[in-house]
């Protein structure tokens, strides 16, 4: 699986998910992501506007899909 479409699935579930890790939201989607691939992926998604409040703690990656995110999420589901 690509590192776009890994990409396009942790964004839309974490916009469906507030308030859980990356971590949290990729062994949902049973993602094998590691720490390092999560945290690029994050990056990425935070550089191209789709993630605000991005937070990497011991607990885990944390970030809020901003409005952008929240519109390209329903561009997918439609």
Known sequence: MS????S????VALCLNKGKSMQQ????LGLPLCSYDL??????LKADGMLT???VSPKGI??????QAMERVNVYAA
């Open 53 to 55: 409040n991005l937070e």
């Open 62 to 67: 944390f970030a809020e899909p901003t409005e």
């Open 3 to 6: 590192i776009e479409l890994r």
């Open 25 to 28: 939201i990729s062994k949902l």
């Open 8 to 11: 396009s699935k942790l964004l």
């Open 39 to 44: 945290n690029k992926i994050a990056q990425k």
